[in-house]
């Protein structure tokens, strides 16, 4: 993962945790879900989104100028909240070039057991949102 400053051209990528608010149901993730996979299509927007435990991971991808609007309204979004953003910057390749916005949860892979698993031996300890990538790449939907 590259981590240069953000510039206004070329590839983007966004990482980030929150927490989905309390009540959140699968109506509502479904909404979300039908809105960002619309909304980035339109954009040229790629990515993934995993909910398990009440976390939400996102990694978003595509063009910085509209990446960066998406981030503002994803940003603002009631719907979840304690955004805490993993890491941006500028990518050479999209990771997620097949997904207007992939989804994934527990029956799918669990970032938790992933972590606690030798998959993520080779992961440094220390870089846990390299780690979170990883594990969003190892997930198979
Ligand atoms: C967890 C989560 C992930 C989201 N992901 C996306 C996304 O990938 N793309 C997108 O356009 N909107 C996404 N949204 C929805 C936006 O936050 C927002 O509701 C929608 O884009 C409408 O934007 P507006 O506030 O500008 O009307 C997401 C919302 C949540 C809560």
């Known amino acids: 993962m590259t981590s ?3 510039m206004f051209d070329g590839l983007g990528f966004f990482l980030y945790r929150s927490t989905a608010c309390d009540g959140l149901n699968v109506g509502d993730l479904e909404d979300i879900l039908k809105a960002a996979r619309q909304r980035n299509d339109a954009a040229g927007l790629t990515g ?5 435990d009440g976390l939400f991971f996102q990694w978003l991808e595509g063009p910085q100028y509209q990446l960066q609007h998406v981030i503002q309204s994803i940003l603002r979004d009631t719907r979840h909240r304690d955004i805490s953003v993993l890491g941006e910057g ?15 949860d527990r029956e799918h892979g669990s970032l938790m057991d992933w972590f606690a698993s030798s998959s993520a031996s080779t992961v440094d300890p220390s870089d846990y949102a390299g780690g979170v990538v990883a594990f969003l790449q190892s997930v198979a939907v």
Do not use: G
Request: with cysteine.
């Open 90 to 104: 500028s990518l050479a390749q999209r990771r997620f070039q097949d997904w207007r916005m992939r989804f994934s």
């Open 4 to 6: 240069d400053p953000i």
């Open 48 to 52: 993934c989104l995993h909910h398990e």
